[in-house]
């Protein structure tokens, strides 16, 4: 089965700083995804990536943005946390679009 | 606009029930439906993928349903058990990069004993 690791489950931090949030699948996946999931909201997409040093934004990237310097993994950077940011973050990862995606077990990131 | 909406928001049953969930859908081009179960705390886990060809697909007591034409579907869970209890997510994926899912807010399901 394909494993999606997520370096923290629970993050505090303060307000400014920078923040990483670290994704790591083991399966050769080409495209991974960062969503945030927000009470009513469901999950939004932040970032998305199709390969080794390429990005795109999805639909809300203000105030974030990512690194995926290797294939299995795709960081999550907070340049300035704010408290608008505090949410649960997961990351996905999928073969092709057609195929499921493999989500991470999330990060709660509590921005104070 | 591309949207996937969910009813009921929240369920109550108990152990042993079956119950159904929701999706409608308005995403156009349709590629494909898929059903997650979220834990509490937890990343989403698929259930079931379906094309446009296909109307029905199980996954143990999972039992998901595809009606292309009214662009509905169903998920009816059978002999619900305590570990049922669950956030379930309906996702449809457009011909459309990056940003080709759209996912659903959710039915919380709790199943007590």
């Known amino acids: 089965d394909v494993k999606v690791t997520q370096s923290s489950r629970y993050l505090v931090k303060r307000t400014g700083e920078k923040v990483f949030l670290e994704c790591v699948q083991d399966m050769d996946h080409e495209n991974m995804f960062w969503y945030r999931q927000d009470p009513g909201l469901g999950l939004r997409l932040i970032y998305f990536s199709y390969d080794v040093k390429m990005k795109e934004k999805g639909d809300i990237p203000e105030g974030y943005s990512v690194s995926r310097e290797k294939k299995e993994r795709f960081s999550l950077i907070l340049e300035s946390a704010s408290t608008n940011q505090t949410s649960m973050y997961l990351c996905?990862?999928?073969?092709?679009?057609?195929?499921?995606?493999?989500f991470g077990s999330g990060t709660r990131l509590t921005v104070v | 606009k591309n949207q996937v909406e969910q009813s009921p928001q929240s369920l109550i049953i108990l152990e042993g029930k079956n119950c159904t969930l929701q999706?409608?859908?308005?995403?156009?081009?349709?590629?494909?439906l898929r059903w997650y179960k979220q834990d509490t705390g937890r990343g989403p886990v698929s259930l079931t993928i379906m094309t446009f060809s296909e109307n029905t697909k199980s996954n143990g007591r999972y039992t998901a349903t595809l009606d292309a034409d009214t662009k509905q579907s169903s998920l009816h869970i059978t002999a619900s058990q305590l570990s049922d209890s669950a956030s379930y997510i309906c996702?449809?994926?457009?011909?459309?990069?990056?940003?080709?899912?759209?996912f659903g807010k959710g039915t919380t399901l709790s199943v007590s004993s």
């Open positions: 996702v449809v994926r457009t011909y459309q990069a990056g940003t080709a899912l759209i």
């Open positions: 999706c409608n859908y308005t995403v156009s081009p349709f590629s494909n």
């Open positions: 996905a990862s999928s073969l092709d679009s057609n195929y499921g995606y493999t």
